[in-house]
């Protein structure tokens, strides 16, 4: 980015910019440098911070103050989740019920569980990119002690209904323990712990223009699963390690700032989304491969140009997007295929992440781009 003046960012699923209120509030968390464990009153400052921050995210999901626990990043939060479900239930029930396009950092444990053993039921989406309520239902027995199924999908936007998926479950079995990657749909789409009906739910800082390296997990009062990191017992014993404050105070700030605008925001996206696919439905060449879902995430394909080679392209003008997954470095995501994405268009697929600041003019000028692209790139291919 050195030297270059124009900057449009439209990879925020990957990871987002901090917001004034967020830099402020980490530069003053440095400030507040007491162990949030120490008797005296700088540690008791430091503590009570923290605790005004949990309080902050505690509201913004209609939880208990005392439910959220503070991690490093989402991906904890779900290893923390997965293997805690293992070790409470897992020695009596086997079955594991997810779906087949997690984020890795769900993706990942769950495989694990099941080199360890455990039945491992994926749940793919169907031509309309949907896992109805009824197929995850389905696919619960009494063996079953965990289900795990995003909000939002990080490469699609797809939005899965969750809360009639676990509410169901929750009917008919009790006991089976719900999870909920919410990453990708925290302060971006309205949802509160009793509408998703989850038991447990990961949180990243990142995503919300807070710093990367914290994260949270909510888990709901009277589930007791047993932490992942042991060792000086804070965060009520549930997560040792001592709470990185000024981290913990700009995801709060970060929070605090979106309260009362995930609706105006949301409005705000989807009219720019709405623009991107109406323009891309007039271009020659762009298909839009999945919108509907979260006005934040759209995947386009732009035919005969690989992904790679135009986000380079792109990134020479300033214009950043990301091919799939950020996450998964450049390789071919499985995730894509199963969304049904036709083979000669998977290597083509281009991730446009907006924010609540994204406009309809960066999106003419991303397409504008696109469309130089496959002038200048196509009589180079032949
Ligand atoms: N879950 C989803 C849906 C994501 O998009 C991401 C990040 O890309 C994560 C989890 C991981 O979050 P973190 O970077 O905080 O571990």
């Known amino acids: 980015m050195k030297g270059m003046t124009l900057v449009i960012y439209l990879d925020n699923a990957a990871t987002t910019k901090p917001c004034k209120e967020a830099v402020d509030a980490v530069i003053n968390g440095l400030e507040h440098y007491g162990n949030?464990?120490?008797?005296?009153?700088?540690?008791?400052?430091?503590?009570?911070?923290?605790?005004?921050?949990?309080?902050?995210?505690?509201?913004?999901?209609?939880?208990?103050?005392?439910?959220?626990?503070?991690?490093?990043c989402a991906t904890e939060s779900s290893n923390t989740a997965i293997f805690g479900a293992y070790a409470y239930q897992g020695k009596r029930k086997h079955r594991v019920v997810t779906t087949a396009v997690e984020h890795p950092s769900v993706a990942n444990p769950i495989g694990k569980l099941e080199q360890l053993g455990c039945e491992v039921i994926r749940l793919s989406p169907d031509e309309n990119g949907q896992i109805s309520p009824k197929a995850v239902l389905e696919a619960v027995n009494d063996d079953t002690f965990l289900v795990s199924m995003m909000l939002v999908n990080n490469e699609?936007?797809?939005?899965?209904?969750?809360?009639?998926?676990?509410?169901?479950i929750k009917k008919k079995y009790p006991r089976v323990l719900t999870h909920c990657d919410c990453v990708q749909g925290f302060m971006k789409l309205p949802f509160t712990v009793k509408k998703l009906n989850a038991d447990m739910i990961s949180l990243s800082g990142h995503k919300i223009y807070?710093?990367?390296?914290?994260?949270?997990?909510?888990?709901?009062?009277?589930?007791?699963i047993p932490p992942l990191l042991l060792g000086g017992g804070q965060e009520s014993s549930f997560r040792s390690g001592t709470e990185c404050?000024?981290?913990?105070?700009?995801?709060?700030?970060?929070?605090?700032?979106?309260?009362?605008?995930?609706?105006?925001?949301?409005?705000?996206?989807k009219a720019v989304q709405d623009h991107l696919v109406?323009?891309?439905?007039?271009?020659?060449?762009?298909?839009?491969?999945?919108?509907?879902?979260?006005?934040?995430?759209?995947?386009?394909?732009?035919?005969?140009?690989?992904?790679?080679?135009?986000?380079?392209?792109?990134?020479?003008?300033?214009?950043y997007v990301s091919s799939g997954s950020a996450c998964s470095k450049g390789k071919k995501s499985p995730v894509i295929k199963e969304f049904h994405v036709p083979e000669d268009l998977s290597d083509s697929v281009l991730r446009i992440s907006i924010s609540a600041e994204t406009t309809a003019q960066d999106i003419d000028t991303l397409l504008e781009a696109v469309t130089e692209a496959q002038g200048r790139l196509a009589r180079i291919k032949k």
Not at 210 to 224: D, E, F, Q, R, T
Request: with cysteine; hydrophobic share 45%; net charge neutral.
């Open 36 to 72: 949030p464990s120490s008797l005296h009153s700088l540690g008791l400052e430091a503590e009570n911070l923290v605790n005004k921050q949990r309080e902050i995210i505690a509201a913004a999901i209609g939880a208990k103050e005392k439910e959220i626990f503070f991690t490093s």
């Open 156 to 168: 699609t936007g797809a939005v899965f209904d969750v809360g009639s998926a676990f509410s169901m």
């Open 210 to 224: 807070a710093p990367k390296g914290i994260g949270a997990l909510y888990v709901k009062s009277g589930v007791h």
């Open 245 to 269: 404050v000024p981290l913990i105070l700009g995801f709060g700030a970060a929070v605090e700032a979106l309260c009362g605008k995930v609706e105006e925001n949301y409005a705000k996206a």
């Open 278 to 319: 109406e323009k891309c439905a007039r271009s020659g060449g762009i298909t839009v491969i999945f919108s509907g879902g979260s006005p934040y995430i759209t995947s386009i394909a732009v035919q005969g140009l690989k992904s790679e080679v135009l986000l380079h392209f792109l990134e020479e003008k300033g214009i």
